[in-house]
């Protein structure tokens, strides 16, 4: 029973450490709203490299927005940069 209360302790405690605050979150939120509409201008575009590069232009956008919002608090989060996974990272 205490292993058990002990694990349901840690994992709360994860849990609320990886929270960001309202502002990161917005801040988030409108790059991700403003990567989706460059998408949906991308989708309406003909295959070729300037699609592609709409493509590339909504992942950066999306990316810098995690890593503002990161930047505002980071209690947690991980940004595309701290991994080297994003989409824009190399």
């Known amino acids: 029973m205490r292993k058990m209360f002990i694990t349901l302790a840690a994992t709360s405690a994860l849990a609320l450490g990886a929270c960001q605050s309202p502002a990161a979150d917005k801040v988030e ?7 989706d509409a460059i998408d949906e201008q991308a989708d309406a575009m003909p295959e070729g490299p300037a699609k592609e590069a709409m493509e590339n232009k909504a992942d950066v956008v999306e990316e810098m927005g995690e890593e503002k919002a990161n930047a505002m608090d980071d ?16």
């Open 29 to 35: 939120d409108q790059a991700e709203a403003q990567a």
């Open 75 to 90: 209690n947690g989060e991980i940004a595309p940069s701290e991994t080297g996974v994003g989409d824009t990272q190399k």
